[in-house]
């Protein structure tokens, strides 16, 4: 079965896609990019931090901050204060950590459809920036909302809705519930988003089968492998562009996306370095040859560009394994 393009986001990971990583993901064929969640707290309170995450490049088109809070008006102000940064304003309603659902946000407020419906219309009344949404299904004690939800939010004007086809309690548990997303795509005018559990060419193939949707969003799949969003284009026949990282085997595509990380980190936050450099180095190295011993190593280094360096080091060495065994193989 073939399916016709559709865009594919990098899901929003608080700790994972920074600025760097998300430029990454787009030039390894990511059609759009989402900021880390965002207190609207910390950004009404001019809070550093919060504000260091909605910072952006021009390389980043569209540029989608996403926010959360509980406080309705507090949202409606965040918005106003981002719209001369933002394409679209993502609002999420799909955390479930507990900080953040004690304040009755993130996912939390899926029990609650009439104040969402409220926030979002706040939301949309305070800009002509377009919002898109991003939800779980519901919060799993009690009937689903996410179908109710985006049918109305469908009428409220926003200008896409994201669904995460799991509920709050189940957090990361279990399996998306793809045929829960159909039956949203299938109620709403909108274009919706299909995320959870898109981790290759044939799992994005059976989701849209499964989802009708209109777009996909990949998560923990992208974690250390932002290439899958090359390689499912490739794999769907979207497209036939070669990879940046040229040919060679997945050595040469993993030390070519970790070298431009770094060039990326360099760029853009200049010798501050990345704050999640070191958890993108294991990401990055995860189940290689070798890599647990050098992570050990990694543990006892402070300076961000040395321990740039030993990774780009180990997996240039993983290359020259890989070329010797394709150059031996090719001459048997
Ligand atoms: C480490 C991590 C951080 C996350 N942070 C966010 C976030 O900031 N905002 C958000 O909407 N979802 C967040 N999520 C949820 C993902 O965006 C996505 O919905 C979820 O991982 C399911 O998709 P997947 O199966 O492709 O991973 C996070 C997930 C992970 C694993």
């Known amino acids: 079965m073939s399916f016709e393009p559709v ?10 896609t920074d600025l760097a990583y998300r430029l990454l993901a787009k030039e390894c064929g990511a059609d759009y990019t989402v900021t880390e969640f965002t ?20 390389r980043e088109k569209p540029f989608i901050p996403q926010i959360f809070g509980g406080d309705i008006s507090e949202m409606a102000k965040t918005v106003e204060m981002l719209e ?15 900080k953040v659902c ?46 109710e939800i985006s049918k109305r939010l469908a009428d409220e004007g926003v200008l896409r809705i994201c669904v995460h086809g799991r509920t709050l ?26 995320n959870g559990d898109v981790v290759d060419t044939k799992s994005a193939k059976l989701c849209l089968e499964a989802t009708h949707a209109g777009g996909l969003m990949i998560g923990r799949g992208a974690i250390g492998r932002p290439t899958i969003f090359h390689e499912i284009k490739q794999g769907m026949g979207w497209y036939d562009k070669s990879a940046p990282w040229g040919d060679g085997g997945p ?25 999640n450099l070191k958890r993108h180095a294991v990401s990055f190295t995860k189940g290689l040859d070798g890599a647990s011993s050098m992570r050990v190593r990694l543990h006892s280094i402070q300076d961000k560009a040395q321990l740039g360096r030993e990774v780009s080091d180990y997996l240039h ?5 890989e070329n010797q065994v394709e150059i031996a193989s090719s001459s048997l």
């Open 39 to 58: 207190a609207a707290s910390g950004l009404t309170r001019r809070n550093t931090n919060s504000w260091l995450k909605v910072e952006t490049d021009p």
């Open 102 to 147: 004690r304040n009755d946000a993130g996912a939390a407020l899926l029990r609650d459809p009439d104040k969402v419906v409220n926030m979002v219309r706040r939301c949309l009344d305070s800009t002509d920036v377009p919002i898109s949404v991003k939800m779980r299904l519901g919060t799993g004690s009690g009937p689903n909302t996410a179908l």
């Open 251 to 275: 050595s040469r595509a993993r030390s070519w996306c970790w070298d431009r990380y770094l060039e990326l980190s360099q760029e853009v936050y200049g010798d501050t370095g990345s704050k």
């Open 317 to 321: 060495g993983l290359c020259e394994i």
């Open 169 to 194: 309690r189940q957090r990361y548990s279990g399996i998306a519930d793809w045929d829960q997303i159909r039956e949203i795509s299938d109620s709403v005018d909108i274009p919706v988003i299909a």
């Open 7 to 16: 865009p594919i986001f990098l899901a929003p990971m608080a700790g994972v």
């Open 84 to 98: 001369d940064r933002s394409d679209v304003i993502d609002i999420n309603f799909g955390c479930p950590a507990p």
